[in-house]
T-cell receptor, first 113, second 113 residues
Framework: SQQGEEDPQALSIQEGENATMNCSYKTSINNLQWYRQNSGRGLVHLILIRSNEREKHSGRLRVTLDTSKKSSSLLITASRAADTASYFCATDTMNTGFQKLVFGTGTRLLVSP | NAGVTQTPKFQVLKTGQSMTLQCAQDMNHEYMSWYRQDPGMGLRLIHYSVGAGITDQGEVPNGYNVSRSTTEDFPLRLLSAAPSQTSVYFC????????????FGPGTRLTVL
């Protein structure tokens, strides 16, 4: 079963606007990661946030994590047409017997010029 | 570094045929994994390996076999292809298992007729 669920499923904005995507998960985690996938390509790692962190920045990306609500958000500021892609969150589990990363269903972002 | 490479890029099989999807990485990563990606379902873990000689099942292992004889290579075998295995397959690797950034290959698009 999917650990993470992204919301919204699709998002359409204009260049220069901000894009916010949300991820909810079910069980306690060590880390949460965000990935980007351009059409027809493999996934590219964007940012990793650990369970004891609440916010992390990388360039135009801002990720927050609320472990009490089991949710995370990815904010892309001043979006560009090149940000058009699908975005996925991925979580591990606190069960140290496993080494499994579980991906959500993704948010499709379309940034129009 | 070539990173994570996958071959072939595209493959068409008939029901019942077998084949091996190749995955190789040159980053000396101990953790490697295989995912399949289907429309609307995100990525689902098929099998993973935490080092040479050690493999384990993911969420959807039925119909697939793996082995890990070297650090570099992690082939995925389809024993008797079925139309339900039509999908895009991604291989990934990382240093430090699921607790670090995953590096993805470009994917193999498989169609089973």
């Amino acid at each position: 079963s999917q650990q993470g669920e992204e919301d919204p499923q699709a998002l359409s904005i204009q260049e220069g606007e901000n894009a916010t995507m949300n991820c909810s998960y079910k069980t306690s985690i060590n880390n949460l990661q965000w990935y980007r996938q351009n059409s027809g390509r493999g996934l590219v790692h964007l940012i990793l946030i650990r369970s004891n962190e609440r916010e992390k920045h990388s360039g135009r990306l801002r990720v927050t994590l609320d472990t009490s609500k089991k949710s995370s958000s990815l904010l892309i500021t001043a979006s560009r047409a090149a940000d058009t892609a699908s975005y996925f969150c991925a979580t591990d589990t606190m069960n140290t017997g496993f080494q499994k990363l579980v991906f959500g269903t993704g948010t499709r972002l379309l940034v129009s010029p | 570094n070539a990173g994570v490479t996958q071959t072939p890029k595209f493959q068409v099989l008939k029901t019942g045929q077998s084949m091996t999807l190749q995955c190789a990485q040159d980053m000396n990563h101990e953790y490697m994994s295989w995912y399949r990606q289907d429309p609307g379902m995100g990525l689902r873990l098929i099998h993973y390996s935490v080092g040479a000689g050690i493999t384990d099942q993911g969420e959807v292992p039925n119909g697939y076999n793996v082995s890990r004889s070297t650090t570099e290579d992690f082939p995925l075998r389809l024993l008797s292809a079925a139309p339900s295995q039509t999908s895009v397959y991604f291989c990934a690797s990382s240093k430090g298992g699921v607790y670090n950034e995953q590096f993805f290959g470009p994917g193999t698009r498989l169609t089973v007729l």
